[in-house]
């Protein structure tokens, strides 16, 4: 089985004049003791930077506004602050499965499966890939592809991951800096001997306000989704879907946050020319985020918690704890994917001065 999935981040501003000779670059920084690779655009004023020692996350992405720079994304300190929370910051790569599986225990084709946990009673959570490092693979730049830099995951590095998820994977991402676009490509493959359970979430994280000046209560979002899934405490779904209508889980409008606060998962995802569009807007720093995901990924985490000033528009090929919901004969979106095959693709991100 081959599934495309496509992930693109775009950003639109005002653009200077600048010699399509001298457009792109990849450049290195240090960044704490480790290489960060840096893409920029000179023409758009962007600049995206890429740590690949700590999970190939893209953890800084500027755009211009007016004479300097706005960040898009929630920035780590450090390298040992994103080490020590993966999935907390910049771009985060959920895979082979994306979010919580049911006290890490699973069965696939008949047989049981126990993943490592964080203790007793616990959730496995987020894959393998956004913790470990990657090997990049390129990089270059030119008028006709940008500045790009490609990294590369094999869990065969890793032997403490067939331990408990013997399940041999590659995942192989590039990120472009092209035209005023960010893309990320990303392609996974089974390379193993048997059918392989696969899911892919991309955690997108924007500051929530965009500024120190702002105001969380009248940011607003926006999200497509018809339906959601209840969840228990812990935060696993129970496996119902329900529609959002007079719930607080109604956000197909732009919803002000003040009061509301979110960690779910919604479906029933409205499409337009095949895009899913999610929209964030800071007023007060004049910027409008907008997430755009193909129809692969089915399910939208809306994140936007009382603990952190952070709001995720999140784009998932299937729902929290899928391969457990898929064993039970509910359609949580979970792929099998045979020997040698895999997926490629993207989403969308573009960031719009509004004022």
Same mark, same amino acid.
């Given at each position: 089985?081959?599934?495309?999935?496509?992930?693109?981040?775009?950003?639109?501003?005002?653009?200077?004049?600048?010699?399509?000779?001298?457009?792109?670059? +990849?450049?290195?920084?240090?960044?704490?003791?480790?290489?960060?690779?840096?893409?920029?655009?000179?023409?758009?004023?962007?600049?995206?930077?890429?740590?690949?020692?700590?999970?190939?996350?893209?953890?800084?992405?500027?755009?211009?506004?007016?004479?300097?720079? =706005?960040?898009?994304?929630?920035?780590?300190?450090?390298?040992?602050?994103?080490?020590?929370? &993966?999935?907390?910051?910049?771009?985060?790569?959920?895979?082979?499965?994306?979010?919580?599986?049911?006290?890490?225990?699973?069965?696939?084709?008949? *047989?049981?499966?126990?993943?490592?946990?964080?203790?007793?009673?616990?959730?496995?959570?987020?894959?393998?890939?956004?913790?470990?490092?990657?090997?990049?693979?390129?990089?270059?730049?030119?008028? &006709?592809?940008?500045?790009?830099?490609?990294?590369?995951?094999?869990?065969?590095?890793?032997?403490?991951?067939?331990?408990?998820?013997?399940? $041999?994977?590659? &995942?192989?991402?590039?990120?472009?800096? *092209? @035209?005023?676009?960010?893309?990320?490509?990303?392609?996974?493959?089974?390379?193993?001997?048997? @059918?392989?359970?696969?899911?892919?979430?991309?955690?997108?994280?924007?500051?929530?306000?965009?500024?120190?000046?702002?105001?969380?209560? =009248?940011?607003?979002?926006?999200?497509?989704?018809?339906?959601?899934? $209840?969840?228990? @405490?812990?935060? =696993?779904?129970?496996?119902? =879907?329900?529609?959002?209508?007079?719930?607080?889980?109604?956000?197909?409008?732009?919803?002000?946050?003040?009061?509301?606060?979110?960690?779910? +998962?919604?479906?029933?995802?409205?499409?337009?020319?095949?895009?899913?569009?999610?929209?964030?807007?800071?007023?007060?720093?004049?910027? *409008?985020?907008?997430?755009?995901?193909?129809?692969?990924?089915?399910?939208?985490?809306?994140?936007? $918690?009382?603990?952190?000033? +952070?709001?995720?528009?999140?784009?998932?090929?299937?729902?929290?704890?899928?391969?457990?919901?898929?064993?039970?004969?509910?359609?949580?979106?979970?792929?099998?994917? *045979?020997?040698?095959?895999?997926?490629?693709?993207?989403?969308?991100?573009?960031?719009?001065?509004?004022?």
């Amino acid at each position: 089985m081959t599934r495309h999935i496509l992930l693109i981040l775009i950003v639109t501003f005002t653009l200077k004049g600048t010699s399509m000779a001298d457009r792109y670059t +990849v450049s290195q920084e240090d960044f704490k003791g480790h290489t960060v690779y840096v893409l920029t655009d000179s023409e758009t004023g962007q600049d995206a930077r890429i740590l690949p020692s700590v999970g190939n996350n893209c953890y800084s992405y500027k755009i211009q506004k007016g004479d300097g720079q =706005i960040e898009l994304l929630w920035v780590t300190p450090d390298p040992e602050t994103l080490l020590g929370r &993966a999935s907390g910051y910049g771009i985060p790569i959920l895979f082979p499965w994306p979010n919580r599986i049911d006290e890490g225990k699973f069965s696939f084709d008949g *047989k049981d499966y126990q993943l490592e946990t964080p203790g007793p009673g616990e959730h496995a959570s987020h894959g393998y890939v956004h913790t470990r490092p990657w090997q990049v693979d390129g990089s270059g730049a030119s008028d &006709a592809g940008g500045a790009w830099l490609t990294s590369v995951f094999q869990s065969s590095d890793f032997p403490e991951i067939g331990q408990y998820f013997p399940f $041999p994977f590659e &995942a192989r991402v590039t990120y472009r800096l *092209k @035209d005023g676009v960010l893309i990320h490509e990303f392609e996974g493959k089974n390379v193993g001997d048997g @059918d392989m359970p696969m899911g892919l979430g991309i955690h997108p994280y924007f500051p929530l306000p965009l500024t120190e000046d702002g105001n969380r209560d =009248i940011c607003t979002v926006q999200m497509p989704a018809n339906t959601y899934w $209840p969840l228990r @405490d812990d935060p =696993i779904p129970t496996g119902d =879907i329900l529609p959002v209508d007079d719930t607080k889980f109604d956000v197909r409008k732009p919803t002000a946050l003040k009061g509301l606060y979110y960690d779910h +998962v919604w479906s029933g995802v409205t499409l337009t020319h095949g895009w899913s569009r999610s929209e964030y807007i800071d007023p007060t720093a004049g910027i *409008k985020i907008v997430m755009e995901a193909d129809d692969v990924f089915r399910e939208l985490v809306l994140y936007a $918690p009382d603990s952190r000033p +952070v709001v995720c528009f999140e784009p998932y090929t299937c729902v929290t704890n899928a391969v457990n919901l898929d064993t039970q004969g509910i359609d949580a979106g979970l792929m099998r994917v *045979k020997p040698g095959e895999g997926f490629q693709g993207v989403m969308r991100i573009i960031g719009e001065v509004i004022k």
